[in-house]
C-alpha cells in the first residue's frame, strides 16, 4: 500500500501518481445535469400556441377576403369600409389602454396614415400589372410559398411578448408580395387599393396590436384567438370544404400534435453544466468606496 | 505564432532532444509546399493540399491522393505512433483515423474546452466521439477539468485519459525589474481582443482601476473585433496618458512587454489551460485572472489572485493586487521565476508524453472486427452504418494502393543525425 499524499487538483506539482489516475472522489463533482430544467407543461403549451394560429387564421382570413373581393361577394366600399373602421378601432384601443405604440402623438399617427393610404393608392395601378403577366398556376404557387415563408419566418417571440422589438422582414416581406401575386387578378384598380390596405393593415400593423392585446390582458387575447378560429372557419366554409379541413387540421396539428410530441421528449433531455462552460460575465458594476 | 503550434514545436524540439524520431505533417501554407527541416531537427512534410476555410483542409477522408500521401510518408519515415492536436483540425482527425486503419498506434491531444448546448459543439463533440472512442488508442489533455470535459462529452473511459500540462520556455521568459517604471504601478494584458477573454469586463475595469488608483497605467497588447470598445473606453475617459493599446504583439516581443509590467490580468470567460498566465509568472508578475475552465489548477495560491468572471470582482480582486504591490507585500520577480521553472518545462512534458507512447507499444494490433464492433456500440443507429461505409471505402483504398505501391518498392528516408551538428561561420556540416 503506497504511503502517497492525496491527490490534489493541482497541475503546477508532480504528484506520485500515474498520468491518467482519476481521484473519483471529486472527477466530475462539478458536473450538473438538467439544474435549470423546467419542464413544459402540456396545458401552457397548448395556450401558447394560439399565437401560432392567429398568425395562421389571419392568413386564412385574407385570402378568403380576397376571394370574395375577387368573385365580386364584398364590393370594395364595404371592403375600404370595414378595413378602416377596424384600423381605427385598434388604434382607440392602444391609446385608451395606454400603450406605447403609438406614442401619444394623434396628428403624427394621422398624419402618416393618410400618407400610407396615398402612397397605397398611388401605387395601385403599378402593383396590379406587376404580376399580370404571369399565368394563374404560378400566381397560386407563388402565393402558397410565400405565405409559408410568412408563417415560418414570423417573429413569434415579439407576438407572445418575449421581446420588445418586432423584426421579422422577411415574413413582412413574403406577406406583402404574395398578396400582391394575388392583387393582378382584380377586376379594377379601387379593388386592388382595398385589399393592398387589406393586407397592410392584417400583416403590417396588427402584430404590434397584439403584442399589446397580449400584454395588456391574457384572457382577451385567448377570446379573440378563438374568434379568429371560428371566423376563418365561417368564411372558408363557403368557399371550399378541402380548404377548410386543411385549416382545421393545421390547427389542431400545432395545437394539440405539437405539444404532445414536445411534452413526450422531455424525457431524452440531457442539459450539461460544469467548470468547463463559458462563463457568463456579469457587467453590474455594484462597488463600494471603503 | 498560436498556442498549439508552439506546442507543438516545443513538444517536437524535446522529444528529438530525448532521442525520439519526429515528424511534422501539415497542409501547404500559401507558397510553402515540399518538406522542411527546422533547426531543432524536426522534418515537418508540407502537404501540397490548401487549407479552404479557416486554416482548414478539406476533410478527404476517402480521397486516395490523402492516404496515399499519408502512407507514403508513414512507411518512409518507419513512423510507430502517430499523434493528432486539436479538434478544430480537419487533418488532424483524417490522418487519425487513416493511420488507425493502416495500422499505426495513435494518440489526440485536446487542447480546448467545450460546451454542449449550441449546434457547433453538438456536431464537433460527435464526431470526437468518434476519434476518441473507436480510432484513438489513447488522449491528452492540458488539464484535469479538460480532462472531465472530454470524458464527459466523448463519453470515454477516463483511464484511457492522461493530464499532462502544457509548459513554456522559461529562458525565454526572465524578469527584468529595471524595465519597470518606479513611480507608477502598470498592468500589462496581452491577449486577442475577442468576446471569449472578457474585453467587455477589462473594459468595465480599467475606468474604475484608473479612478481608485491615480498611479496606474495599463500596457494592453493584442489585437481583434473588441479593440473598438477598449479604444472607446479610452476616449470616454479620457486615459490616453495611462492606457497604451500597442496592437498586434509578436511572440518573440511578448516578454519584452510583459517585463514592463507589476501587474498581468487576464479576464477570459473560458480557458482550458492559460499559457498567458505562466509566461507572466515567469517574468515575475503577480498574475491576476478570472477562475474559469482550468485557471485554478495552474498556479499556487500566492501567485495569483482569482476573481469571479464578473466586473465587481476583478476590481476586487484588482484592488488587493495593486495594494500588495504598493506596499512590496509580493514576492521577489527571481524568485517567482524560479519557483516556475520548476513547475513546467517542456522536457517535463515530453517525458510524460513518452510514457503514453510507451505504454502503447504494449498495445496489441486490433482486429477489423474488433473495430466495427467498437464502432457500432461507439455510435448510434445511423451513424454507424455511414461511419461503416467510410471505413471500408478507407480499407478498399488501402488494399489498391498495397497492389499498385508495395512497400518494398517505397524507399526509405534518411534520418538527419541532428547531435552531429557542427557550426563552423555559419556554415553547417554534418559528420
Known amino acids: 500500500m503506497k504511503n502517497r499524499p492525496p491527490w490534489q487538483k493541482i ?44 398568425q395562421i387564421s389571419l392568413v386564412a382570413i385574407f385570402i378568403s377576403i380576397f376571394y370574395y373581393t375577387l368573385i365580386q361577394s364584398i364590393t370594395t366600399p364595404v371592403l375600404v369600409g370595414s378595413t378602416s373602421i377596424v384600423t381605427i378601432v385598434g ?37 396590379r400589372s406587376l404580376t399580370a403577366p404571369i399565368s394563374e398556376d404560378t400566381i397560386i404557387v407563388l402565393t402558397l410559398l410565400f405565405f409559408a415563408v410568412h408563417l415560418y419566418f414570423q417573429d413569434y417571440g415579439y407576438l407572445i411578448g418575449l421581446s420588445e422589438k418586432y423584426f421579422a422582414p422577411v415574413s413582412l416581406n413574403a406577406a406583402i408580395f404574395a398578396s400582391v401575386c394575388l392583387v ?70 400545432i395545437s394539440v400534435i405539437c405539444p404532445i410530441c414536445l411534452v413526450y421528449m422531455q424525457r431524452y433531455k440531457n442539459i450539461l453544466h460544469g467548470p468547463w462552460d463559458e462563463a457568463i460575465p456579469s457587467r453590474e458594476k455594484v462597488f463600494f468606496k471603503e | 505564432m498560436g498556442g498549439v503550434e508552439l506546442h507543438l514545436y516545443q513538444l517536437s524540439s524535446c522529444l528529438i532532444k530525448r532521442g525520439n524520431k519526429v515528424v511534422m505533417i501539415t497542409h501547404a501554407y500559401g507558397d510553402r509546399k515540399g518538406i522542411r527541416y527546422l533547426s531543432s531537427g524536426l522534418k515537418v512534410y508540407y502537404l501540397p493540399i490548401q487549407p479552404f476555410y479557416n486554416q482548414n483542409s478539406f476533410p478527404g477522408v476517402v480521397v486516395p491522393t490523402n492516404i496515399a500521401l ?84 466523448g463519453n470515454l473511459d477516463e483511464r484511457d485519459v492522461s493530464v499532462i500540462p502544457n509548459a513554456i520556455d522559461y529562458t525565454r521568459f526572465t524578469p527584468d525589474p529595471k524595465q519597470r517604471d518606479k513611480n507608477s504601478i502598470t498592468i500589462v494584458v496581452i491577449t486577442r481582443l475577442t468576446y471569449r477573454k472578457g474585453i467587455d469586463l477589462l473594459a468595465d475595469v480599467i475606468p474604475l482601476i484608473c479612478e481608485e488608483f491615480p498611479n496606474v497605467n495599463w500596457i494592453i497588447g493584442g489585437d481583434g473585433p473588441k479593440r473598438i470598445v477598449l479604444e472607446e473606453t479610452r476616449e470616454n475617459y479620457q486615459l490616453h496618458d495611462r492606457m497604451k493599446l500597442l ?10 512587454v510583459l517585463v514592463q509590467g507589476d501587474i498581468f490580468l487576464n479576464c477570459s470567460l ?24 482550468g485557471v485554478p489548477e495552474v498556479l499556487p495560491d500566492d501567485m495569483i489572485l482569482q476573481a469571479e468572471p464578473t466586473t465587481n470582482d476583478i476590481f476586487l480582486s484588482m484592488s488587493e493586487a495593486i495594494t500588495k504591490i504598493s506596499e512590496g507585500d509580493f514576492l521577489n520577480p527571481f524568485v517567482v521565476h524560479n519557483r516556475v521553472r520548476n513547475m513546467y518545462s517542456w522536457y517535463d512534458v515530453a517525458e510524460r508524453t513518452e510514457i503514453v507512447y510507451s505504454r502503447l507499444r504494449q498495445e496489441k494490433q486490433e482486429t477489423h472486427q474488433e473495430r466495427i464492433n467498437r464502432l457500432s456500440k461507439n455510435q448510434g443507429a445511423y451513424g454507424s452504418k455511414f461511419f461503416f461505409v467510410i471505413l471500408i471505402a478507407c480499407i478498399f483504398i488501402l488494399r489498391i494502393l498495397e497492389y499498385l505501391l508495395p512497400e518494398e518498392y517505397i524507399d526509405e528516408a534518411v534520418d538527419f543525425d541532428h547531435r552531429h551538428k557542427i557550426v563552423h561561420n555559419n556554415i553547417e556540416e554534418v559528420q
Open chain 1, 91 to 127: 388604434y382607440i384601443f392602444s391609446v385608451i389602454s395606454g400603450s406605447s405604440l403609438s406614442g401619444n402623438n394623434l396628428k403624427a399617427n394621422v398624419r402618416s396614415m393618410i400618407i400610407l393610404l396615398i402612397s397605397i393608392w398611388g401605387l395601385s395601378p403599378v402593383l
Open chain 2, 270 to 293: 473560458t480557458e482550458a489551460f492559460c499559457i498567458a498566465i505562466v509566461e507572466a509568472a515567469s517574468c515575475g508578475l503577480l498574475v491576476v485572472s478570472t477562475a474559469v475552465g
Open chain 2, 247 to 256: 496592437g498586434n504583439v509578436e511572440h518573440a516581443h511578448v516578454r519584452d
Open chain 1, 11 to 54: 497541475l503546477y506539482k508532480r504528484q506520485p501518481y500515474e498520468d491518467n489516475f482519476t481521484d473519483y472522489d471529486t472527477f466530475l463533482a462539478g458536473l450538473k445535469r438538467n439544474s435549470n430544467f423546467t419542464e413544459y407543461q402540456f396545458s401552457q403549451l397548448v395556450l401558447d400556441s394560439t399565437v401560432i394560429n392567429n
Open chain 1, 184 to 253: 393582378s387578378r382584380l377586376p379594377s384598380t379601387v379593388h386592388v387599393f382595398a385589399i393592398m390596405f387589406l393586407a397592410i393593415e392584417i400583416f403590417a400593423l396588427s402584430p404590434m396590436l397584439r403584442h399589446h392585446l397580449k400584454k395588456y390582458s391574457y384572457w382577451l387575447d385567448k377570446v379573440s384567438s378563438l374568434i379568429l378560429f371560428a371566423s376563418s372557419i365561417y368564411l372558408l366554409k363557403n368557399i371550399s370544404l378541402v380548404f377548410t379541413w386543411m385549416y382545421v387540421l393545421s390547427v389542431s396539428f
Open chain 2, 70 to 153: 499519408l502512407r507514403n510518408i508513414l512507411i518512409r519515415e518507419k513512423i510507430e505512433i502517430v499523434h493528432g492536436h486539436q479538434a478544430f483540425s480537419t487533418m488532424a482527425q483524417e490522418m487519425i483515423f487513416q493511420s488507425k486503419v493502416m495500422g499505426y498506434k495513435t494518440v489526440f491531444t485536446d487542447h480546448s474546452l467545450f460546451g454542449f448546448a449550441d449546434v457547433s459543439s453538438i456536431l464537433t463533440n460527435r464526431l470526437l466521439q468518434l476519434t476518441m472512442g473507436v480510432y484513438v488508442s489513447h488522449v491528452i489533455c492540458v488539464s484535469h477539468t479538460s480532462k472531465e470535459n472530454t470524458v464527459v462529452r
